[in-house]
């Protein structure tokens, strides 16, 4: 298991008290792991029927760049931990556990949901249809977070403006980052031909981390200054 750790940095500390129905646990492994079967397939009939490889870039970055360098650095962010009991830790980077499951669901969800945003936004989607599906990507990643917040898979600590256990801020900038990541491959694609492709997973993970940091900066601030319940709220 990688294990990389930085010192004590000032950030708050995350409760030590979480723990995992071990059962539950493999069950979500398991279902994270038929979703990725699922994307795989996928994978092939769609970079077959598109003849490039965006899908499977999309992919690579989903499996490689969203839970090693985007989760660590979004969860002392956004405040999140997964307790260190869950079934298959893949590595602890920056003091943060990176759950198989996180690593399989990032791999499983990430090229498609971003894949989606493209194709709305080629497909000059119009704007009723655009943000009733945004809201639709929203409101399902928020149940599933809520979900795993209620059978303690993972803890946002720290924030006092939560619904369900998810922070609200989390909840409104899930509806537009991948309208977002659309914008920036349907603008980014055309130009790309040979070894350019090669931009795509590392624009996609740097542009999804700007995002987060654009939208929860303030409620870091406020995380890490432990101020008062309503300026969460503001």
Same mark, same amino acid.
């Given at each position: 298991m990688?294990?990389?750790?930085?010192?004590?940095?000032?950030?708050?500390? $995350?409760?030590?008290d979480?723990?995992?129905?071990?059962?539950a646990?493999w069950? #979500?492994? +398991?279902?994270?792991?038929?979703?990725?079967?699922?994307?795989l397939?996928?994978?092939? *009939?769609?970079?077959?029927?598109?003849?490039?490889p965006?899908?499977? @870039?999309?992919l690579?970055?989903?499996a490689?760049l969203?839970?090693f360098f #985007?989760?660590?650095?979004g969860?002392i962010i956004?405040?999140t931990?997964?307790?260190?009991?869950?079934?298959? *830790?893949?590595?602890?980077?920056?003091g943060?556990?990176?759950?198989?499951?996180?690593?399989?669901?990032?791999?499983?969800?990430?090229?498609?949901?971003c894949?989606a945003?493209?194709?709305?936004?080629?497909?000059g989607l %119009?704007?009723?249809?655009?943000?009733?599906?945004?809201?639709?990507?929203?409101?399902? %990643?928020?149940v599933?977070?809520?979900?795993?917040?209620?059978f /303690?898979?993972m803890?946002?600590? +720290?924030?006092?403006?939560?619904?369900?256990?998810?922070?609200?801020s989390?909840?409104?900038?899930?509806? &537009?980052?991948?309208?977002?990541? &659309?914008v920036?491959l349907?603008a980014?694609v055309?130009? @790309?031909? +040979?070894?350019?492709?090669?931009?795509? $997973?590392?624009?996609? /993970?740097m542009l999804?981390?700007?995002?987060?940091l654009?939208?929860?900066?303030p409620?870091?601030?406020?995380i890490q200054g432990?101020?008062s319940?309503?300026?969460?709220?503001?």
């Open positions: 990688l294990k990389l750790a930085v010192g004590d940095s000032g950030i708050l500390a $995350p409760p030590n979480l723990h995992v129905n071990q059962t646990g069950i #979500v492994l +398991g279902l994270v792991s038929v979703a990725l079967l699922t994307t397939v996928s994978a092939v *009939i769609i970079t077959r029927r598109d003849r490039n965006l899908f499977l @870039l999309l690579i970055s989903g490689v969203f839970p #985007v989760e660590p650095a969860d956004l405040a931990w997964y307790p260190p009991d869950t079934p298959a *830790i893949a590595a602890t980077i920056l943060r556990h990176i759950p198989w499951f996180v690593v399989i669901g990032y791999a499983a969800g990430i090229p498609v949901a894949y945003g493209y194709q709305m936004i080629t497909a %119009e704007a009723k249809r655009l943000l009733l599906a945004l809201a639709a990507i929203s409101l399902s %990643e928020g599933i977070e809520m979900a795993a917040v209620h /303690g898979f803890s946002y600590y +720290g924030n006092h403006a939560l619904i369900f256990g998810v922070p609200l989390s909840l409104v900038q899930n509806a &537009g980052m991948f309208a977002v990541i &659309g920036a349907a980014l055309p130009h @790309l031909r +040979g070894w350019r492709w090669a931009i795509v $997973p590392f624009a996609v /993970g999804y981390l700007g995002y987060v654009a939208c929860t900066w409620n870091f601030l406020a432990q101020a319940t309503p300026v969460f709220w503001l």
